[in-house]
């Protein structure tokens, strides 16, 4: 017949024990790693919390500052501030009319020199240079009309800005 392997019954209860204890130090060594990863969270929640918690007291810590002052105080500083607002607004307007005025004085250099080249060519024979004081006379309107509209937004402009302020 067949030849069967017979196990003592203290080999197969040694086996078995094994094995449960392999299978409890696996699900230790799992619940180890789940409790230290759901730790690092409640630290990782902690530490968000308190740079929360920091970003609202620094944004609160000017506020508080104004609280403690006296009322005087307290509208003196609120004019300061308004005042400093004010003067920025107009620096920022006087810096952006000084832009528009050197952008119109190279337009107004173009300008110059196109009429200096008209009265060159007009000095000459006109007949023979017909042709060029045609082309001058075209770029001398579109200049012209180009100086037009940067005057016009300019005043444009300023009227908005007056407005504004």
Avoid: C
């Avoid at 017949?1 to 019954?9: E, F, Q």
């Avoid at 023979?128 to 509209?149: F, G, H, R, S, T």
């Amino acid at each position: 017949m067949a030849n069967t392997l017979n196990i003592p019954d203290n080999v197969l209860y040694i086996i078995i024990a094994v094995i449960a204890l392999v299978a409890i130090i696996v699900i230790l060594i799992q619940w180890r790693r789940v409790r230290t990863s759901t730790n690092q969270v409640k630290y990782l929640e902690k530490q968000a919390e308190n740079k929360k918690i920091d970003l609202v007291e620094k944004d609160l810590e000017p506020k508080h500052l104004m609280i403690g002052l006296p009322e005087s105080h307290q509208e003196q500083l609120d004019k300061i501030r308004n005042n400093t607002g004010k003067m920025l607004r107009k620096v920022g307007f006087l810096q952006t009319e000084l832009n528009e005025q050197i952008t119109q004085v190279e337009p107004n250099k173009d300008y110059m020199k196109l009429q200096k080249n008209l009265e060159e060519i007009t000095q000459a024979e006109p007949s023979k240079n017909y042709k060029k004081l045609q082309k001058v006379l075209e770029e001398i309107d579109k200049k012209e009309q180009e100086i037009d509209k940067k005057r016009e937004k300019k005043v444009k402009a300023k009227q908005k800005d007056e407005n504004n302020l």
